[in-house]
């Protein structure tokens, strides 16, 4: 039986950015003002926003994914012909979409790959370019987030702060410890100038000995240069204002065309003013998070479902690996 919710709730007109979760023909929609979209028990119960299905969605990032990464970072896929970016890894993810509701597309895309999906898989997607060996023997929960692109019409806008604020929100609620992947960086005209880019990393950003990580493949001395012609990219410095640091050398992505920085971000850590600006309406009550009384949107637990508080703004419904992801406005990177 679907759980369907309070018809007395009302709620406000969507946002114009909203975020959802993807995985396995099952979304997690936020409420638009409308019937609400409930994942649950592997059911999809479809919303009356527009937005469309999961197999859909999936599908519009992984076209955007091929726009940013094959026809402008100028990687070399296998499934060019398709005009699509996708692998095996996709199967065993959730897919963390940026909606635009008045253009009706997607805008920003992570995907994001937790432990036990790993376990799944039989990796990290991450293990294919790096020996974390070092790493995967810390204690806690383990979150990859991978192939983070947004649209080039919305680069400086909310779309990259509006991702970020539905994956701290995830990666909180699920309970994790780090957030690992890894950060791109095309090279210039003249190569890759890996020690002009990490002359510019700032030390408290460069791991300890004791969690530094090995390419697979480093960056060949012929592809290197010394000047910087490429600059740090707004995702890295992203991840550098959290307080993610930058473990060892980088790994030669000869298909991406870039050269990848494994990047380890352990969340107790998170710089106090970035937790309190991403979650600033939630509070841990029981292990789980969930909305103070701000007067701003919020979700509640219950059942092992999350059901739209009346707080007087869009929530979402989710169970299990489909979590809501309420977007909020601010200053992009």
Same mark, same amino acid.
Not at 40 to 66: C, H, M, T, W
Not at 114 to 138: C, K, P, V, W
Not at 221 to 229: I, M, P, T, V
Not at 252 to 280: A, I, T, V
């Given at each position: 039986?679907? %759980?369907?919710?309070?018809? !007395?709730?009302?709620?406000?007109?969507?946002?114009? =950015?909203?975020?959802?979760?993807?995985?396995?023909?099952?979304?997690?929609?936020?409420?638009?003002?409308?019937?609400?979209?409930?994942?649950?028990?592997?059911?999809?119960?479809?919303?009356?926003?527009?937005?469309?299905?999961?197999?859909?969605?999936?599908?519009?990032?992984?076209?955007?994914?091929?726009?940013?990464?094959? /026809?402008?970072?100028?990687?070399?896929? %296998?499934?060019?012909?398709?005009?699509?970016?996708?692998?095996?890894?996709?199967?065993?993810?959730?897919?963390?979409?940026?909606?635009?509701?008045?253009?009706? %597309?997607?805008?920003?895309?992570?995907?994001? =790959?937790?432990?036990?999906?790993?376990? =799944?898989?039989?990796?990290?997607?991450?293990?294919?370019?790096?020996?974390?060996?070092?790493?995967?023997?810390?204690?806690?929960?383990?979150?990859?987030?991978?192939?983070?692109?947004?649209?080039?019409?919305?680069?400086?806008?909310?779309?990259?702060?509006?991702?970020?604020?539905?994956?701290?929100?995830?990666?909180?609620?699920?309970?994790?410890?780090?957030?690992?992947?890894?950060?791109?960086?095309?090279?210039?005209?003249?190569?890759?100038?890996?020690?002009?880019?990490?002359?510019?990393?700032?030390?408290?950003?460069?791991?300890?000995?004791?969690?530094?990580?090995?390419?697979?493949?480093?960056?060949?001395?012929?592809?290197?240069?010394?000047?910087?012609?490429?600059?740090?990219?707004?995702?890295? /410095?992203?991840?550098?204002?959290?307080?993610?640091?930058?473990?060892?050398?980088?790994?030669?992505?000869?298909?991406?065309?870039?050269?990848?920085?494994?990047?380890?971000?352990?969340?107790?850590?998170?710089?106090?003013?970035?937790? /309190?600006?991403?979650?600033?309406?939630?509070?841990?009550?029981?292990?789980?998070?969930?909305?103070?009384?701000?007067?701003?949107?919020?979700?509640?637990? %219950?059942?092992?479902?999350?059901?739209?508080?009346?707080?007087?703004?869009?929530?979402?419904?989710?169970?299990?690996?489909?979590? /809501? !992801?309420?977007?909020?406005?601010?200053?992009?990177?």
């Amino acid at each position: 039986m679907m %759980k369907k919710i309070d018809s !007395a709730i009302r709620f406000k007109p969507a946002k114009r =950015l909203e975020c959802f979760i993807a995985r396995d023909g099952v979304y997690a929609a936020s409420q638009s003002g409308t019937d609400a979209a409930i994942a649950r028990d592997g059911v999809y119960a479809a919303s009356q926003s527009g937005v469309p299905n999961s197999d859909a969605l999936i599908k519009e990032a992984q076209e955007l994914r091929f726009r940013v990464f094959a /026809k402008e970072m100028g990687a070399k896929l %296998k499934t060019e012909s398709e005009g699509l970016d996708y692998d095996e890894v996709d199967s065993y993810c959730d897919h963390l979409i940026v909606y635009d509701n008045v253009n009706k %597309k997607i805008v920003g895309y992570t995907r994001l =790959l937790n432990q036990d999906q790993a376990e =799944l898989l039989g990796r990290f997607y991450s293990q294919s370019e790096f020996d974390l060996g070092r790493i995967l023997t810390l204690p806690g929960r383990f979150l990859e987030i991978g192939r983070t692109c947004v649209d080039p019409d919305y680069r400086g806008s909310a779309v990259l702060t509006t991702l970020w604020s539905a994956l701290v929100q995830y990666a909180l609620e699920g309970q994790f410890n780090y957030l690992l992947g890894c950060a791109s960086i095309t090279p210039g005209p003249s190569g890759f100038a890996i020690d002009a880019v990490y002359r510019n990393i700032d030390a408290k950003n460069i791991a300890p000995s004791s969690l530094q990580v090995k390419p697979n493949i480093p960056i060949p001395h012929k592809l290197r240069c010394n000047r910087d012609e490429s600059g740090i990219p707004p995702l890295l /410095k992203a991840y550098f204002r959290f307080g993610a640091m930058v473990c060892g050398e980088p790994y030669w992505d000869e298909d991406f065309n870039c050269m990848d920085l494994f990047m380890l971000l352990p969340l107790d850590q998170l710089q106090e003013r970035y937790s /309190k600006h991403y979650m600033r309406n939630y509070i841990s009550k029981d292990g789980v998070y969930v909305a103070s009384q701000s007067g701003t949107g919020a979700t509640i637990s %219950k059942d092992g479902v999350y059901v739209a508080s009346q707080s007087g703004t869009g929530a979402a419904i989710a169970r299990d690996a489909k979590i /809501k !992801a309420e977007t909020k406005h601010g200053n992009d990177y």
